[in-house]
């Protein structure tokens, strides 16, 4: 009903930047918070940043000036410019909203994830 799509990882040298994209779509009524987790091998998935619906961000304290959550509400995405990355960002990155369904069910949605390789 509703599907997520992540785009814009790589391969990318320390220091460097990227730019991740999540674009929603589906039956969807609107959406609430929309966020960014990430998954390195070996560990388990973590929260990297989230944005209400009024564009209220919160971040986990390793992508604290570095990373910045953005949404377009007209358009059902959400981005994550990341700066300054280090190879401890090697991860998979996975898109998450909060989904008011055409039928008024909230779901949280997850997409298939993007991999973000930072080489030292």
């Known amino acids: 009903q509703v599907q997520l799509v992540e785009s814009?990882?790589?391969l990318v040298q320390a220091g460097g930047s990227l730019r991740l994209s999540c674009a929603a779509s589906g039956r969807i009524f609107s959406i609430d918070d929309m966020g960014w987790y990430r998954q390195a091998p070996g560990k388990q998935r973590e929260l990297v940043a989230v944005i209400t619906y009024r564009g209220s961000t919160n971040y986990a304290e390793h992508g604290k000036g570095r990373f910045t959550i953005?949404?377009?509400n007209a358009e059902n995405r959400v981005y994550l410019q990341m700066n300054s990355l280090k190879?401890?960002?090697t991860a998979v990155y996975y898109c998450n909203a909060q989904v008011v369904t055409d039928n008024y069910n909230?779901?949280?949605y997850w997409g298939k994830g993007t991999l973000v390789t930072v080489s030292s």
Do not use: H, I
């Open 8 to 10: 814009g990882g790589g």
């Open 70 to 72: 953005s949404r377009d």
């Open 87 to 89: 190879p401890e960002d």
């Open 106 to 108: 909230t779901m949280a």
